[in-house]
């Protein structure tokens, strides 16, 4: 079954490093998701991505983060200068398109800022 | 703002019984209402949908209810198992596809 792959399951980085957080979604999605999860916390929602743009994003989301899908498989969260507060699961999602509502999860990045 | 509740504390069950789950909602208007199942360090699993004009869905043992005067989900898990332990979400659809996740609740299906 086709699944959400995620790399690294864990990355330790110190404060004021940029980290990118790789995701490989199911092949046939062309919606493309960034949540995060801070440690007994709610699922947040960072950004949406559709046709080479992004569709919504959160307060969460700000200068500080940019993602991008540089290839025809890859799709990136960057975070320029992380701060401690940073630190969470962070999961990658996909849904085949705009109309399928259901999303996909990969098994999530655990970020450490140190 | 808007808000979505579910029951913070852990639901523990008897094997073969039915948990029901709830979700609650206020300033929102959802067309769509999603579970997903989350086990501990990992990524939410996608259970089931139910769209604003349905009343009941159903898949295997489980069953949603979606009431949109209430703006209430209810989740049922019939005969559990001990499986079934996870933590199960409640998430709403708004624009750009994003979900608004509920804190979930935490199932405990001993035997």
């Known amino acids: 079954e086709p699944e959400v792959t995620q790399t690294p399951s864990h990355q330790v980085t110190q404060m004021g490093q940029e980290v990118i957080l790789r995701c490989v979604p199911i092949s046939n999605h062309l919606y493309f998701y960034w949540y995060r999860q801070i440690l007994g916390q709610k699922v947040e929602f960072l950004v949406s991505f559709y046709n080479n743009e992004i569709s919504e994003k959160s307060e969460i989301f700000d200068d500080q983060f940019s993602v991008e899908r540089p290839d025809g498989s890859n799709f990136t969260l960057k975070i320029r200068s992380t701060k401690l507060e940073d630190s969470a699961m962070y999961f990658c999602?996909?849904?085949?398109?705009?109309?399928?509502?259901?999303?996909?999860f990969g098994p999530g990045t655990r970020l450490t800022v140190t | 703002s808007q808000k979505i509740e579910q029951n913070s504390e852990a639901l523990n069950i008897q094997e073969g019984k039915t948990a029901t789950l709830t979700c609650n909602y206020t300033?929102?208007?959802?067309?769509?209402l999603q579970w997903y199942r989350q086990d501990p360090g990992r990524g939410p699993v996608f259970l089931l949908l139910i769209r604003e004009n349905e009343k009941e869905k159903r898949k295997e043992r489980l069953k949603v209810t979606f009431d949109t005067t209430l703006k209430q989900s209810l989740f049922h898990i019939t005969a559990s198992q001990p499986a079934d332990s996870a933590t199960y979400l409640c998430?709403?659809?708004?624009?750009?596809?994003?979900?608004?996740f509920g804190g979930g609740t935490r199932v405990l299906v001993k035997p």
């Open positions: 998430a709403l659809v708004a624009a750009g596809n994003k979900l608004t």
């Open positions: 999602a996909s849904s085949e398109n705009r109309d399928t509502y259901e999303q996909y």
């Open positions: 300033n929102y208007s959802p067309a769509y």
